[in-house]
């Protein structure tokens, strides 16, 4: 298994270009995340994906959206690129329990570097 | 006030040595996690804890859930422990909020 996979490695943009993040699992779980790291900031949830079909925002979406194509993949789009989206980003996944209501141990892809200049 | 704090933000220890990285939450959580990241960036889930005590290896996880607190204990500290370590905590909004990090540095 490969885990949580996201392409690409590394990403220079210029201010005002776009481009998409992709992201898969092949562990089957329900739930994917997208999460930005700065340095000082620890991690911040931009979006999630509860399920197939649901998305929904986490607490720093501005100038982002997001994909969930299918159970596996989970994208993330930057519209109109920023130097305040220059970060690392975290693609993770879980498997939500529905019965008990619990989120399990979230595993982590190896991340995106993006610089916008 | 952030939600999850961290302590130390930095640790230098010697090999050998034990150690303690603590975390204080302020919010009702479902679960407490602890993560690694290494110096190449890969964030790696160590424990997940909704109560008492886990243990793998020589860490050991522990979590008051009355004092709102965890502690992240490692026995017999190694140079390849170095990394940083990340507590983080699911709330009622069933998200993962993260504390900023403890910064360990384990020197031979």
């Known amino acids: 298994n490969a885990g949580v996979t996201q392409t690409p490695k590394f990403q220079v943009l210029k201010t005002g270009q776009s481009m998409t993040l992709q992201c898969a699992q092949d562990?089957?779980?329900?739930?994917m995340y997208w999460y930005r790291q700065d340095p000082g900031m620890g991690l911040r949830l931009i979006y999630y994906?509860?399920?197939?079909?649901?998305?929904d925002k986490g607490e720093v979406p501005n100038g982002y959206n997001v994909s969930r194509l299918n159970k596996r993949e989970f994208s993330l789009r930057l519209e109109s690129a920023a130097p305040s989206q220059t970060s690392v980003y975290f693609c993770?996944?879980?498997?939500?329990?529905?019965?008990?209501?619990?989120?399990?141990?979230?595993?982590f892809g190896p991340g995106t570097r993006l610089t916008v200049l | 006030k952030n939600e999850v704090e961290q302590s130390p933000q930095n640790l230098t220890a010697q090999e050998g040595e034990f150690i303690t990285i603590n975390c204080s939450y302020s919010v009702g959580i479902s679960a407490l996690h602890w993560l690694q990241q290494h110096p190449g960036g890969g964030i790696v889930s160590l424990f997940m804890l909704s109560s008492g005590k886990k243990k793998h290896g020589r860490l050991i996880a522990t979590i008051n859930i009355q004092e709102k607190h965890s502690s992240l204990h490692i026995t017999a500290s190694h140079p390849r422990d170095s990394a940083v370590y990340i507590c983080a905590v699911t709330g009622s909004a069933r998200q993962l909020t993260f504390g900023s990090g403890t910064q360990l540095t384990v020197l031979p």
């Open positions: 993770a996944s879980s498997r939500y329990d529905q019965p008990s209501g619990v989120y399990n141990e979230q595993f």
């Open positions: 994906s509860a399920s197939e079909g649901t998305t």
């Open positions: 562990m089957n779980h329900n739930s």
